[in-house]
């Protein structure tokens, strides 16, 4: 299994974009997805979850500027980005909870990071 993330790239602050996941390989069924993000010097955080059934999570740092989705078909996530400040630059990493065909208990996954970078 491989989570690819997609959409980084720098943008001035008050911008937005779009980053997107997708899920491959031997996939059974994907639980929750996620993001997460790591700025220099900084532990790991979550930035936004969501499950199966469409229910979302956000930490309070993105509330109302953020927004996460999910194509089940396509498995991908995504995580539109409006109203970017400098202090969301981080590393972005993409998240999720996925039963593989294998009949294993599911597992999580990551993928490697896409950079974003808000100047001000």
């Known amino acids: 299994v491989q989570l690819q993330a997609f959409g980084g790239g720098l943008v001035q602050a008050g911008g937005s974009l779009r980053l997107s996941c997708a899920a491959s390989?031997?996939?059974?069924?994907?639980?929750?997805m996620g993001w997460y993000r790591q700025a220099p010097g900084k532990q790991r955080e979550l930035v936004a979850t969501?499950?199966?059934?469409?229910?979302?999570n956000y930490a309070d740092s993105v509330k109302g500027r953020f927004t996460i989705s999910r194509d089940n078909a396509k498995n991908t996530v995504y995580l539109q980005m409006n109203s970017l400040k400098p202090e969301d630059t981080a590393v972005y990493y993409c998240n999720a909870n996925i039963r593989t065909r294998g009949g294993l208990p599911p597992m999580y996954y990551w993928g490697k990071g896409t950079q974003v970078t808000v100047s001000s």
């Open positions: 969501i499950t199966s059934g469409g229910t979302t």
């Open positions: 390989g031997s996939i059974y069924s994907i639980n929750a």
